[in-house]
């Protein structure tokens, strides 16, 4: 159902991973997740460790940080980043790059995970900070406890990478797949499940190949090439594509299904958080653009500025108009080259002046095209229309919630119209009447 | 190089499809059935054309400029479209004055009052064919006969169409086909108007929705009223290929502004249609009633709009 197909052009997909270097000062958000921001616990002036913990988790639906560096903590205080709004944050001044003696360094692989319980699994991943790294950074912790009455029957990993131009799970998958593999191991074991499958799309046949020849060796899990389509990542759309099931409409989550799905890089982080003892303090990051003159993926300290690398990349081109935090369908554009790297953050794309403006709004011709283009089966015409008159309660009825602001009806709307940016403000609206009602 | 980004929500890409290259697209596959009307009708097609299109756009641009003080959008094409539509359903041999008038009740009637591009309840090109219709019944009904009237125009030799209550029934199915019938400039020829729909849906410039479920609906009901009585309904082959089914089928009912959004109420606008159709046709005083049905089911479009919605992803069906 819906869906569009917007060019993929994954200039970087051949490129390895290249480590960057570590930068001069570091700024690392406390709210890099969905949920409560977590609760600093340096001060100025602290030594700190490349993955000692900085800030707590507060609540259930939160996240530790690390520091991605060691130095010494600079100052405390807000920094914009890509949603451009300011967070608390830690500036830590780098000095040399000393690890935390507890994680393990070596490029060994771990593979035995016989001797683990579910518990001590999740308990790491907590502890760890690890969140969704395909871009939602929802707490993994929390997709991880099942709750009362419901039953994980398989593991989803989400390698499909379905927005344009980003290969950075593409180049974790063809680099690091034996630990994704045992990753994705842990997580079956700490959901009780004995099925996992791994959705890739089509047009990454050489890590599809690699990935099937590689589980072999791991019973139960099982590569699912996938039809190239844009939202084909969409939580539930995987869902849709490799079980067959639908998930309701919220409050209703992909458990409830009887699915858990986690990102390939999470999967990866998992792996070097339980077996290598090591926090979620970097990230491959694709930084890409059609007139870059030199885009790579990059692993990433969390908390660089992107100015560090677009400098990388042989600089900004001079046509650049837009950079975007992410991928070109829900990625942020920014404002400012010192926006950090966030635990989150998979793509910079720096996009030309050809491509940076939206075209002149013209009349709605009532063509139709959003509604098959929206896969989630709403009808984005009429709910913007509702959105601007706002009628929030005929917005409700018409389930403007279940938008899950994928872009596709803008990206097919052939009269330019603003029609997600008039969704985004119904829902926002929506949602915020549903929670006042509950009090 | 500016040294401002910029900024905006997401998405940051956008297809390729604009409105005027969807309205170009229409026109790119009525060229078949053009051609094939040049061919049978020669300078007649040409000249009603060219005065359609050409006071179509005069009057779009006219009335956005001095009634409705807005900026003209004559280049998106669609009003090049309802011109060359309306051409499509009327004899090559008409009065270009005629035409002048079905061009203002078409694009100031039924498009400008409205609001303009994306606003009009009925179709436009629909509206000005039927107010002649009304008007000049005797004009409208007299077609020229095809081929050997290819050099004239106003004095050309008419002829009935194969859907005039008389001719029923007689007329060579090939013909039909192919176009050399008597009828409406555009309509004669199913074979290109059917090349036109395949290259539109091949280009998803329309979904197979409402041509397939008018020209099925046509079918069913005539095989059964055939099959029951042929004295009241000739071979269904007839009805299909006949009039202005298939010019209606697949570029009339098929306007994006006043048909359905879902592919649900897509389909009941298609079916509605073919129903009206063949009841006009065999029950009815006209002989073609393809205009009527589209116009009454472009009239209910808003109706089906609310009734059927998309499938809603992870619907409980149950309650």
């Known amino acids: ?153 398989a593991v989803l990993i989400n390698a499909v990478e379905c927005e344009p131009y980003l290969t950075a799970d593409h180049r974790v998958m063809l680099e690091k797949g034996e630990q994704m593999l045992i990753g994705t191991q842990l997580l079956m074991k700490a959901v009780h499940c004995d099925r996992a499958y791994i959705g890739i799309e089509q047009n990454k046949p050489d890590a599809i190949d690699y ?158 095209k959003c509604v098959d283009a929206c896969p989630m089966g709403l009808e984005p015409y009429l709910l913007s229309k509702l959105a601007k008159l706002k009628r929030f309660d005929d917005l409700e009825a018409n389930h403007i919630t279940d938008c899950i602001s994928c872009g596709c009806c803008m990206f097919a709307c052939p009269s330019n119209r603003p029609i997600l940016d008039y969704m985004n403000f119904g829902k926002g609206k929506v949602l915020a009447i549903i929670k006042s009602r509950k009090k | 190089m500016s040294n401002l980004l910029t900024i905006s929500p997401s998405p940051h890409a956008k297809g390729k499809e604009t409105v005027p290259s969807l309205m170009y697209g229409v026109l790119m596959a009525l ?98 064919r039927v107010f002649l219709l009304i008007s000049f019944p005797q004009q409208m009904t007299t077609w020229p006969l095809p081929i050997e009237n290819r050099l004239n125009y106003l004095d050309a030799v008419t002829g009935a169409t194969p859907m005039s209550h008389d001719m029923l029934g007689k007329t060579d199915t090939v013909d039909m086909l192919m176009g050399a019938t008597g009828g409406s400039l555009g309509e004669v020829a199913a074979i290109a108007l059917i090349i036109g729909g395949i290259y539109m849906i091949w280009r998803k410039i329309i979904t197979w929705h409402i041509p397939v479920s008018i020209i099925g609906t046509v079918a069913v009901f005539t095989l059964l009223v055939w099959l029951i009585d042929p004295t009241v309904c000739v071979n269904p082959l007839y009805h299909l290929l006949g009039g202005g089914l298939m010019l209606g089928a697949i570029f009339m009912a098929t306007d994006y502004v006043t048909s359905p959004m879902s592919s649900t109420g897509k389909i009941v606008y298609g079916i509605g249609i073919g129903l009206l159709t063949v009841i006009i046709r065999l029950w009815g005083s006209y002989p073609e009633g393809m205009s009527f049905a589209i116009l009454l089911m472009n009239a209910v479009t808003p109706l089906i709009n609310k009734k059927f919605k998309p499938t809603r992803f992870g619907e409980i069906k149950t309650k």
């Open chain 2, 31 to 128: 060229i078949p059935a053009f051609l094939f009307s040049l061919y049978f009708f020669g300078i007649g097609a040409l000249v009603t054309t060219l005065v359609s299109v050409g006071f179509c756009v005069l009057f779009e641009w006219l009335i956005a400029k001095y009634i409705l003080n807005t900026k003209p959008q004559v280049c998106d094409g669609s009003a090049i479209l309802t011109g060359v539509l309306l051409a499509f359903n009327l004899p090559s041999n008409i009065n270009p004055f005629i035409v002048m008038i079905g061009a203002l009740v078409a694009i100031g009637v039924a498009k400008m009052s409205f609001g303009g591009l994306g606003q009009n309840l009925f179709n436009p090109a629909l509206v000005g």
């Open chain 1, 1 to 153: 159902m819906g869906g569009v197909h917007p060019a993929d052009k994954k200039i970087t997909a051949a490129k390895p991973i290249t480590p960057l270097a570590v930068p001069q000062t570091v700024a690392i958000p406390c709210a890099m997740h969905i949920g409560a921001p977590a609760e600093i616990i340096v001060q100025k002036g602290d030594k700190v460790k490349v993955g000692q913990l900085i800030a707590k988790a507060t609540g259930f639906v939160s996240a530790n940080i690390h520091s991605s560096v060691s130095g010494t903590v600079k100052n405390i205080g807000p920094v914009a980043d890509a949603s451009g709004y300011t967070k608390q944050a830690v500036y830590i001044t780098v000095e040399g790059d000393e690890w935390d003696e507890s994680i393990d360094r070596t490029p060994d692989l771990k593979r035995n995970i016989d001797d683990l319980k579910p518990e001590d699994i999740i308990n790491k991943v907590h502890e760890a900070g690890i969140v969704g790294m395909g871009g939602a950074t929802f707490p993994t912790r929390v997709k991880l406890m099942v709750p009362e009455g419901k039953k994980a029957d």
């Open chain 1, 211 to 368: 990935l099937t020849k590689l589980s072999a060796n791991y019973p139960g899990i099982t590569v699912v090439p996938l039809k190239l389509k844009y939202p084909q990542g969409s939580e539930k759309h995987l869902i849709k594509a490799i079980l067959g099931r639908e998930v309701p409409p919220p409050p209703h989550l992909p458990i409830d299904v009887g699915a858990v799905v986690d990102n390939a890089g999470t999967a990866v982080a998992v792996y070097e958080a339980v077996m290598k003892n090591k926090p979620l303090i970097e990230r491959v990051v694709t930084v890409t653009g059609d007139s870059v003159n030199n885009p790579g993926n990059f692993l990433v300290r969390i908390g660089t500025p992107i100015s560090a690398l677009i400098e990388a990349v042989g600089g900004m081109p001079d046509d650049t108009e837009k950079i975007i935090s992410g991928g070109p369908m829900m990625g942020k554009a920014v404002n400012s080259l010192e926006i950090p790297v966030a635990k989150g953050t998979s793509g910079i794309l720096m996009l030309p002046k050809s491509l940076a403006h939206r075209g002149e709004p013209a009349a709605c011709i009532r063509c139709g």
